[in-house]
């Protein structure tokens, strides 16, 4: 068993030492698990150290663990996670060249996408390199070589995709599954939920219920929402008024808005996570998952259209202009770090009431009580993750939201950005109630 060696004539460099304690391994021809552990115990020093996170040197450190490692799949999405050379075309090159001589060729082509959805730089000569590749796969295609039970990757590779059909889903979901294995409050189980309530007895009358998950009590204290797959219920943590939250239970058990709250924490900037939800922890079974997300007491917007509907008033005009400048906010910060909500309505924006005065002062940049004030937008479960596609890749597929379909899901045309585009239909709810 080795160690690295210590070297004191780099004191700007740390990794050098590291560097060529592995070059003197590789030349020994050390035993693989000697080498395994010297690369681990470089990735652990050093992965969370910013001046090695575009280093090509450290990212081969990287590689070179892998290649020993069963678990590549896992290796992968943590190099992703800690963002090491995530805009260098060098990581989607080597790793996919890697998948290619496994055979893994759909996995192959995923990464040369991911690589070439984020601009990875060079980003043509990462696209040449796709090239070939597609070229080298249709040569093995043409000559039938592709061995049984390999699923063949189309030249033309899925450029419309249903991202919600539940075979993309299950695709999605067994890719990410390591990664998600990992964010903090996933709790699995292959077990079905064995508590004393049972879930399927939740009823809207199940007042002062209490469900046990995870070591917490919850008091059931009313239905917020039920929809076809999932009810969404207020309770009390440990029977606390001051702790209370909403549960969304679900069947099938289906983890993915549990990534899409994750992906919020990682790409909102936090002066902005208020307007999205949050999710503290996902409860998984065989047979349900329950959901533990924030409860905001003051409804939707939809129930605020409707409060002028049924007393026959009409909503300001300057409050209607500012739950549209609202609106307009959450889909611009949104988009830009690569997510579509999928399920964009009035249902799904709740209020938010800032429990300080307001007054002019912060309104301009949502600072002091402004930041507490608006609308949130949630329900996760059609949440489309752009980075897990190519950026030629076109949409498909009808979110079957009854008034807020846009015009290309009512005439069965390719759409991306658009499934926010009808938010002139939300609007014009809003805009109808005054």
């Known amino acids: 068993m080795f160690t690295h060696q210590t070297h004191s004539s780099s004191p700007q460099d740390p990794l050098l030492p590291w ?111 796709q090239a070939l590749f597609l070229n080298r796969i249709s040569e093995r295609v043409n000559a039938c070589s592709i061995p049984k039970g390999e699923e063949k990757i189309p030249i033309e590779l899925e450029t419309k995709i249903n991202p919600w059909s ?17 964010y903090e409050g996933y709790y699995s189980s292959n077990k079905n939920y064995s508590g004393k309530m049972a879930l399927s007895s939740l009823r809207n009358a199940s007042r002062n219920k209490v469900l046990e998950i995870g070591g917490k009590k919850y008091q059931i204290k009313g239905c917020a929402g039920q929809g076809g797959f999932a009810q969404v219920f207020k309770a009390y943590v440990n029977s606390s008024p001051d702790d209370v939250v909403a549960l969304k239970i679900q069947t099938p058990p289906f983890p993915w808005e549990f990534h899409m709250y994750r992906q919020l924490d990682q790409r909102i900037l936090d002066k902005q996570r208020s307007s999205f939800g949050f999710a503290h922890a996902v409860h998984l079974y065989a047979d349900y998952s329950i959901l533990v997300c924030d409860y905001l007491s003051h409804g939707t917007l939809q129930d605020v259209i409707n409060s002028y509907v049924v007393i026959g008033k009409s909503m300001e005009e300057v409050l209607c202009m500012y739950y ?15 997510i579509i909500h999928g399920d964009f309505k009035p249902d799904n924006l709740l209020i938010r009431y800032s429990r300080d005065e307001l007054t002019e002062n912060g309104f301009h940049d949502r600072s002091g009580p402004w930041n507490d004030q608006g609308l949130c937008l949630v329900d996760w479960g059609r949440g489309i993750d752009l980075n897990l596609f190519s950026s030629e890749v076109e949409f498909e597929g009808d979110c079957r939201t009854s008034g807020f379909r846009c015009v290309e899901m009512q005439e069965k045309k390719p759409w991306k950005f658009q499934a926010s585009g009808y938010i002139w239909l939300v609007c014009r709810s809003t805009y109808d109630a005054a």
């Open 324 to 338: 549209t400048v609202e609106m307009l906010y959450i889909l611009e910060n949104l988009h830009g770090v690569g």
């Open 166 to 182: 539940p075979s993309t889903m299950k695709e999605l979901l067994h890719k990410l599954n390591p990664r998600i294995k990992k």
């Open 19 to 129: 560097l060529l304690s592995i070059k003197k391994a590789l030349g020994d021809e050390c035993s693989g698990d000697d080498l395994n552990n010297l690369l681990l115990q470089c990735i652990t020093t050093f992965k969370h150290n910013p001046q090695y996170r575009n280093d090509p040197r450290f990212l081969k450190i990287w590689f070179l663990y892998l290649e020993g490692s069963n678990d590549f799949e896992v290796i992968f999405s943590e190099m992703v996670e800690n963002k090491i050379c995530n805009d260098q075309s060098l990581l989607y090159e080597v790793y996919a060249a890697f998948l290619e001589v496994k055979e893994k060729w759909q996995e192959a082509y995923r990464v040369y996408q991911i690589g070439i959805s984020r601009k990875a730089k060079p980003l043509e000569r990462l696209k040449n390199a």
